[in-house]
């Protein structure tokens, strides 16, 4: 069973910064791209920050310049250091993973997502 869990959210208040990670375990044989999306309350999700299995990287112009995202192969974690954090950054974020695992006996290649974490931004 592949799972993907984040962690680091919380509460911050404007100008702060927070870091998000997100673990995933299983009988995983690779991870390709690595994202980042998140969804405001009555707003459709949207992609935030993506990273390639060669460490390409890309961020939504709302982010550039606060938001960094990075892995770590050897431990299968993505990451976003959030800086500058502003209230309109207040949301539910989802890290999402491209990857192949093996499933009852099969290899087999899915895009997974994690439960999401809260990051509320406010004073």
């Known amino acids: 069973q592949v799972q993907l869990v984040e962690s680091g959210g919380g509460l911050v208040q404007p100008g702060g910064s927070l870091r998000l990670s997100c673990a995933a375990s299983?009988?995983?044989?690779?991870?390709?791209?690595m994202r980042w999306y998140r969804q405001a309350p009555g707003s459709e999700r949207e992609l935030v920050a993506f990273i390639g299995s060669g460490g390409s990287t890309s961020v939504a112009e709302s982010v550039k310049g606060r938001f960094t995202i990075s892995r770590d192969n050897g431990k299968n974690t993505v990451f976003l250091q959030m800086n500058s954090l502003k209230p309109e950054d207040t949301a539910v974020y989802y890290c999402?993973?491209?990857?192949?695992?093996?499933?009852?006996?099969?290899?087999?290649?899915?895009?997974?997502w994690g439960q999401g974490t809260q990051v509320t931004v406010s004073s």
């Open positions: 299983g009988r995983i044989s690779s991870i390709n791209a």
């Open positions: 999402n993973a491209d990857l192949v695992a093996v499933v009852a006996g099969l290899s087999s290649r899915d895009t997974y």
